[in-house]
């Protein structure tokens, strides 16, 4: 999913290049567009009062896709594996402060494209942060550098962000 994510925003910027559209005039469609969604939407809804989905899930892996949306999802796998993340002009927490594994390395794929969120680990948990940033960032403020069990995070993050605490 991140990748077609990623794949079409070059193939749109490289069309935009292609044609001699600037990326300030690229920001400026986007902008126009989100005005546009605005207004399909009504005057009296939100961006940031988008309904945030609250649960709980005793699952394996993450597999989290939040498009307009927001989500605050608890973990409490007793074999966590890791999964992936997709935001999309959305945000919210995913809390994996719970999750127990018998694994070594545990791989996630976190995509952010014009939102941002908050990765809650367990403590102890060292990171292993390797994701691209274009107008965005990849924060972790944890500790256990000398942890057993390793995250390792892969992705992108644009226009957007994800902070990674414990």
């Known amino acids: 999913m991140g990748k077609i994510i990623v794949g079409t925003i070059l193939i749109v910027l490289g069309i935009g290049a292609l044609f001699g559209i600037s990326l300030g005039n690229f920001i400026w469609a986007i902008i126009l567009v989100a005005i546009g969604v605005r207004i399909i939407l009504g005057k009296n809804h939100h961006f940031w009062d988008i309904k945030t989905t609250k649960s709980t899930t005793n699952e ?16 409490k796998s007793e074999n966590f594996k890791g999964g992936k993340i997709v935001m999309i002009f959305s945000g919210g927490k995913i809390d994996l402060s719970e999750v ?14 014009f939102g941002g969120g908050e990765l809650v680990v367990p403590k102890g948990w060292k990171i ?7 107008f965005g ?3 972790t403020k944890v500790e256990g550098e000398d942890a057993l069990i390793t995250l390792n995070i892969k992705g992108v993050a644009i226009f957007g962000g994800i902070k990674v605490i414990n």
Request: no cysteine; net charge negative; aromatic share 4%.
């Open 137 to 139: 960032g990849y924060t």
């Open 128 to 134: 292993n942060s390797q994701g691209t940033s274009i």
């Open 100 to 113: 127990k594994t018998s694994e070594k390395n545990v791989d996630m794929e976190i995509v952010v494209l």
């Open 60 to 75: 394996d892996s993450v597999n989290e896709v939040n498009i307009f949306s927001s989500a605050d999802k608890k973990i």
